[in-house]
Every structure is written in structure tokens, then in C-alpha cells.
């Protein structure tokens, strides 16, 4: 008989998102990410970078998740499921990363997706005032799938 049901986690995969530059007012959709495993839960983790002319204190950069119904007909915000500008009227918010006004600063924020479904990814909507760092290698963007073990 188990005594515990315990929360384990698959390992960190990328997440293709291109950030550099992307401009004050500006949304970016990821590629998609395919759930192989059904995994009911998954982690984003982000470090998004300010540019040299800083962020307006207290401005958002806003995540979202989309999705895709099972058959493809219907995805969030007509997302394409590729790495692409995107314009969110309806997608779901998972979070923000609020920001300061240091510029070439990194700003990190950790959301839980529940139930991600098959197909699924992200949008990063840049609401600070400024455009971010433009070196696509100083942002971050990675996934982590939880699942539940009996022990």
C-alpha cells in the first residue's frame, strides 16, 4: 500500500521564444510544446532582461498560456503554434513579472501551468515602457513537466 503520493519532475527543456528587442507594447507566442507524457502540470521559468534605458517602475511583462484544441482547429489567439508575433485578445494570463526602473536587469518570474494539455506554449506581452535587452541570449525561457509518483 502506498504511503505517499509524491510530486516528481521531468527535466528543463527550452522554451523557443525570441525576446531580443522585443518592443514596449508587443506580444511574442512561443513555438509549441508537445505534452508526450500527459504530464498534468508544467513549470515556465523566465529571466527576461531590461535594456540599457531601463523600464518604467511598476510595468508588467505579462505571460500567458495558449493552447490548442485537440483536433487544431481552435487555438488561442489564432496562435500558429510557432515563435511569432502574436495579438492577445482572449488567451489565458498565468502571471506577470513587475519591474523596477534598473536598466540591463534581470527579472525572473515562475508560473505553474496547470492541465497544459497536448499541444500548449506561451506568450510574453512587454508592457514596460521600453524595449527589452536586444541579445536573445540574455533572456531565459524554460519548461519543467510535474507528474505524481506513489511511494
Known amino acids: 500500500m502506498p504511503s505517499a503520493i509524491l510530486e516528481k519532475w521531468d527535466a528543463n527543456a527550452a522554451i523557443v521564444i525570441s525576446l531580443a528587442g522585443l518592443a514596449n507594447g508587443s506580444s511574442r507566442a512561443s513555438a509549441a510544446l508537445t505534452n508526450t507524457n500527459n504530464r498534468p502540470k508544467v513549470r515556465v521559468f523566465l529571466r527576461i532582461q ?45 502571471g506577470g513579472i513587475s519591474v523596477t526602473t534598473s536598466a540591463n536587469t534581470n527579472f525572473t518570474g515562475v508560473f505553474d501551468i496547470i492541465s497544459p494539455g497536448p499541444t500548449w506554449g506561451i506568450a510574453v506581452r512587454n508592457s514596460s515602457g521600453q ?21
Open 50 to 94: 531590461s535594456n540599457a534605458s531601463g523600464p518604467t517602475a511598476g510595468a508588467p511583462y505579462d505571460v500567458f498560456w495558449l493552447w490548442q484544441s485537440p483536433t487544431a482547429p481552435i487555438r488561442s489567439d489564432g496562435w500558429g503554434g510557432t515563435d511569432a508575433a502574436i495579438t492577445i485578445l482572449n488567451s489565458v494570463p498565468i
Open 131 to 151: 524595449a527589452l535587452n536586444a541579445t536573445e541570449g540574455n533572456h531565459i525561457k524554460e519548461s519543467q513537466y510535474a507528474y505524481y509518483e506513489s511511494q
